[in-house]
């Protein structure tokens, strides 16, 4: 009988045990399936992604990691320098848990004072009288703004006529592989001085749907073709297709995507990707004096939120060092933009030779705009032709023509 017993009591227990397994795996599937609920329903800046694990690990040196190392095996640190410290734990977990940086008050301030995201970026090669306090900006005013027909001075006009009257005479002369690529993805962007408006202080007034950056493109696109580089405008409205599809100004980078893809589709020589815009700043922060010529100054933007920016950093910082032997002051420098309260991309993922330049802003002339044109394609001429031959079309382009974003 007490045999009996025993028999009963490992039973049970055995059903106990397999219950509590069944239970706990019940439990642990459902705190799973609320912890991915939770991650995925949260605001596009507090959400996990890879842009956020990316913040976390840079703040990490490799000096902490050796000290972590240290701790099982004490060769490594015999390698760390002499005046190193092992790394707070607190700080970095304080850092994690609240996406603020104690040395870094933009960190808190940025999600609580709206534009402070603006200063985001950081400054890579900082120009002549480039900080944090002067970035470019990028100005987005209201859809009715963007649209109106306001009306462009007769100057301009006339700037228009004869641009078109020289691209026609380069189409009869220029054949060959069209390497560059030009777009506009804010195509509306204008220059006051330009524009007949009334209040000039105003820089959401510098939009035109005709007297607009496209000129600055089809400049650039007619000076590369001079020194023998094929190249090729993107001449859709990118702006009239956000309006047709009820799509914010903030989608302009979505819809100048489709068009980008599209060109890597029909052409397979393409190797360069010129996004260009116009900076929101005001004039004494883009514009230059060298040897009493007054240039619109440019200014390289570069997004880190993928994982190959560096190649498209390595030509920005390139051209810039040109630029700065040639024109001292004439580029404000190059800035990285990543992170979630940043578009990140600029479509520069599609390509390992794509660049995002901001030529002058609202207060530039097309004439001063044009100089600056001149003198970056003469920089960027002299530096394809050195390398050209030592161009590789399959490394400088990422075949992600149908890859989804």
């Given at each position: ?26 439990i ?44 099982e ?26 996406s ?52 462009a ?45 009334e ?31 094929g ?57 230059v ?15 880190a ?34 992170g ?23 207060d ?42």
């Amino acid at each position: 009988m007490a045999r009996n017993r025993y028999r009963g009591f490992t039973v049970n227990l055995n059903q106990t045990s397999f219950k509590r397994i069944v239970v706990s795996v019940v439990i642990g599937i459902i705190a799973m399936f609320i912890f991915v609920s939770m991650l995925t329903s949260m605001e596009p800046g507090y959400g996990l992604a890879s842009s956020s694990i990316h913040e976390w690990a840079a703040d990490i040196k490799g000096e902490h990691l050796l000290h972590l190392l240290g701790q099982e095996n004490n060769y490594f640190t015999q390698v760390l320098p002499p005046d190193s410290e092992p790394p707070n734990l607190s700080t970095l977990a304080f850092q994690i848990a609240t996406s603020i940086n104690p040395d870094d008050p933009r960190s808190l301030l940025g999600r609580e004072l709206p534009g402070f995201a603006l200063f985001d970026g950081h400054i890579v090669v900082a120009g002549e009288g480039t900080n944090y306090t002067n970035l470019p900006v990028e100005s987005a005013p209201p859809i009715d703004v963007i649209m109106a027909e306001r009306q462009a001075t007769q100057e301009s006009l006339a700037k228009l006529e004869e641009l078109e009257r020289e691209s026609k005479q380069l189409e009869e002369t220029t054949d060959g592989r069209k390497i560059v690529h030009i777009i506009h993805s804010h195509n509306y962007e204008s220059y006051l001085p330009e524009l007949d408006v009334e209040d000039s202080s105003d820089p959401n007034l510098a939009f035109h749907n005709k007297v607009n950056i496209t000129l600055v493109g089809e400049k650039m696109s007619q000076e590369l073709e001079k020194r023998g580089i094929g190249t090729e405008v993107e001449k859709r409205d990118v702006q009239g297709k956000l309006k047709s599809r009820g799509w914010n100004y903030g989608q302009s980078y979505d819809a100048s995507r489709e068009l980008v893809k599209e060109a890597i589709a029909a052409n397979e020589d393409l190797q360069f990707f010129f996004d260009l815009h116009r900076d929101s700043q005001r004039r004494e922060r883009t514009t230059v004096t060298i040897n009493g010529v007054e240039y619109a100054r440019t200014f390289f933007v570069i997004g880190a939120n993928h994982s190959d920016y560096q190649h498209n950093l390595k030509l920005a910082e390139d051209l810039h060092k040109l630029l700065q032997e040639r024109y001292p002051g004439l580029s404000r420098g190059v800035i990285t933009k990543g992170g979630s309260r940043t578009n990140g991309l600029f479509n520069q993922d599609l390509s390992t030779q794509s660049i995002l330049i901001e030529m002058g802003g609202v207060d530039n002339t097309l004439e001063e705009t044009y100089r600056s044109v001149e003198a970056f394609v003469e920089v960027f001429a002299d530096f394809y032709w050195s390398t050209e031959p030592n161009v590789n079309v399959e490394t400088a382009r990422r075949d992600k023509g149908e890859e989804s974003d």
